[in-house]
């Protein structure tokens, strides 16, 4: 109604003060509006005016449809992914004794997969948002974030859970990680990977209850599988 109002005010005025003919007052006001760009003394004949004008209008029509739509779709995609972190918070709100996972890579991910295949209730904290639509897929709850922030560890609810994990592949990291949640939860069972040897005391001191390396377990399974293959 009021593009419609502006419209015919824009006619008259260019009709009447501009001395303009009719069909002129229009293109005028199309070409204004629409930002075409067309030169204002149009050499087109009435005829031709008019159906540029008409051709503007449609395919000014078409585009608001077009975008408007797709706005709509991406509104929409929006809102219902704010209403399923809404929702996925409150489930973490309400956890108790549940897993908190810190890094999804690889065997972050195998871990995930596995606990949530025995029903553990756990949410993962990364940074990366390359897995947030995998997580969100396997419906498996995550904070976005870093794991060596309080606010994060404090949204995965880690006031009221049974483990921690850490999975970083920096050892750095998962001593920062295990000191900070033994600080936030002195009664937390905390698992910790370690890449070197020399940070598994590291990693205790800090406050881990267990610590895991990787290339060690690898080792000695890889030692089983041998012996247990060679004959006496």
Not at 171 to 184: E, S
């Given at each position: 109604?009021?593009?419609?109002?502006?419209?015919?005010?824009?006619?008259?005025?260019?009709?009447?003060?501009?001395s303009?003919s009719?069909?002129?007052?229009?293109?005028?006001?199309?070409?204004?509006?629409?930002?075409?760009?067309?030169?204002e003394q149009?050499?087109?004949?009435?005829?031709?005016?008019?159906?540029?004008?008409?051709?503007?209008?449609?395919?000014?029509?078409?585009?608001?449809?077009?975008f408007?739509?797709?706005?709509?779709?991406?509104?929409?995609?929006?809102?219902?992914?704010?209403?399923g972190?809404?929702?996925m918070?409150?489930?973490?709100?309400?956890?108790?004794?549940?897993?908190?996972?810190?890094?999804?890579?690889?065997?972050?991910q195998n871990?995930?997969l596995?606990?949530?295949?025995?029903?553990?209730d756990?949410?993962?904290?990364?940074?990366?948002?390359g897995?947030?639509?995998?997580?969100?897929?396997?419906?498996?709850?995550?904070?976005?974030g870093?794991?060596?922030?309080?606010?994060?560890?404090?949204?995965?609810?880690?006031a009221?859970?049974?483990?921690l994990?850490?999975?970083?592949?920096?050892?750095?990291?998962?001593?920062?990680?295990?000191?900070?949640?033994?600080?936030?939860?002195?009664?937390?069972?905390i698992?910790?990977?370690a890449?070197?040897?020399?940070?598994?005391?590291?990693?205790?001191?800090?406050?881990a209850?267990?610590?895991?390396?990787?290339?060690?377990?690898?080792?000695k399974q890889m030692l089983?599988?041998?012996?247990?293959?060679?004959?006496?």
């Amino acid at each position: 109604m009021v593009l419609a109002s502006i419209f015919v005010i824009s006619v008259c005025g260019y009709r009447y003060f501009g001395s303009m003919s009719w069909v002129d007052s229009i293109w005028m006001v199309v070409i204004t509006i629409s930002t075409v760009g067309f030169a204002e003394q149009s050499s087109f004949s009435d005829s031709q005016q008019l159906f540029t004008v008409g051709v503007i209008l449609a395919g000014m029509t078409a585009s608001a449809y077009t975008f408007g739509g797709l706005f709509q779709v991406i509104l929409a995609g929006e809102l219902e992914q704010r209403r399923g972190i809404r929702r996925m918070h409150k489930a973490i709100d309400q956890m108790s004794r549940h897993v908190i996972l810190c890094g999804y890579g690889r065997m972050g991910q195998n871990l995930a997969l596995d606990l949530s295949a025995q029903g553990f209730d756990l949410v993962v904290i990364d940074l990366r948002t390359g897995i947030l639509e995998e997580l969100r897929s396997r419906n498996i709850a995550y904070i976005h974030g870093d794991a060596t922030e309080d606010e994060h560890l404090q949204a995965a609810g880690i006031a009221q859970a049974g483990f921690l994990v850490t999975c970083l592949p920096n050892d750095a990291n998962n001593v920062f990680i295990t000191l900070t949640a033994k600080g936030l939860n002195a009664d937390l069972q905390i698992i910790s990977r370690a890449e070197h040897s020399s940070t598994a005391g590291k990693l205790r001191q800090a406050g881990a209850t267990q610590v895991v390396m990787p290339a060690v377990v690898g080792a000695k399974q890889m030692l089983n599988l041998i012996s247990k293959n060679t004959p006496q």
